[in-house]
């Protein structure tokens, strides 16, 4: 079992920021690309970002400009600064390690609203 804890979520009002945290253990973090997800009511859970470990990005067109990932392979923890926020980032955000099996943390509910 790998843990991963996200932390950071909350109600924020539109065009607002949240910065989010995954903490993890037990693997070679700094090998690994990690990313975050997000599952919003009623729709299928897509990627958000991704960052491999020489710090490559990736994300999803929605977000781009808006949000960024970062790691620190000290801390062992992978972060998602989201500005800008808009009520269609409302969802329960995850962070995810794909080693022998893809590892899910329990998520964080991000709610963007007036």
């Known amino acids: 079992q790998v843990p991963l804890v996200e932390s950071g979520g909350g109600l924020v009002q539109p065009g607002g920021s949240l910065k989010l945290s995954c903490a993890t253990s037990g693997f070679s973090f700094s090998a690994y690309i990690m990313s975050w997800y997000r599952q919003a009511p009623g729709k299928e859970r897509e990627l958000v970002a991704r960052i491999t470990p020489a710090g490559t990005t990736i994300y999803v067109d929605s977000v781009k400009g808006r949000f960024t990932i970062s790691r620190d392979n000290v801390k062992t923890t992978v972060y998602l600064q989201m500005n800008s926020l808009k009520p269609d980032d409302t969802a329960v955000y995850y962070c995810?390690?794909?080693?022998?099996?893809?590892?899910w943390g329990q998520g964080t509910q991000v709610t963007v609203s007036s």
């Open positions: 995810e390690v794909g080693i022998t099996q893809n590892y």
